[in-house]
């Protein structure tokens, strides 16, 4: 896929940095000195937490150069450096590590968790939020938009680009041993938009990126249409013309 749009990303920032500030609000930390932003992306983030501890060394990572470029423009007072969860073996001492909205898309992130997990200081925390929403209208309605059109083959790898996470007991099973206390919890959140096409632009910023990346703009066109009448169906209008967009989302704290 082609990088990361920030401006795409930041139209919904309220709403984005949301379960961002709800996860902070679980770190039983008064005080760190070593902090690592996981997924960092624009720093909306990182910035909650250079505010909730101003004598932290405040690091973010990200895989986009172009979310990185923004970040480090935001926030020259925090550091930011390019990597790939997925293989990262860094954050060993740390007294925080804090992710909002990213290991969704890393493979096998469960051994990545135990990874960092184990290389935290004691009392160290590890934070995590991920959108469990693979199952929502939303999501279905992106791979059923796809099928039976002449470039449905352009889609397969679009369709693979997330795994449906585990349950709220294999991150249990996996992270418990290791730590001192471990929560685990959903929440749902409900978010007024304007209409379908409000839909449809939030995601643009991330779960539709791989469905349109492949297709020419003729067939963007054709697939968001169709995508935009399964939209009209799952979401009526309300009253005041907006729809609510149904947003599971799964919190971990882990303190070692």
Known sequence: MTDWSPAQYLKFTDERTRAARDLLAQVPLTEAKLIYDLGCGPGNSTELLAKAYPGARVIGVDNSPAMLAKARVTLPQCEFEEGDLARWNGGQGADLLFSNATFQWVPGHLEVLQR???????????????????????????????????????????????????????YYAALKPLCAKFGVWHTIYNHPVDGTSGIIEWLKGTGLRPFLEPLTPEEQGDYLSRYAAMLAKAYPLQADGKVLLRFPRLFMVAVK
Not at 136 to 159: C, F, Q, W
């Open 116 to 170: 960092s997990l184990t290389g935290l200081k004691h009392s160290g925390v590890l934070a995590v939020q991920m959108p469990d929403n693979l199952g929502e209208p939303s999501h279905v309605a992106m791979i059923a938009a796809g099928r039976n059109t002449p470039y449905s083959d352009k889609l397969i790898e679009a369709s693979e680009a997330r795994d449906f996470l585990p349950e709220p007991a294999d």
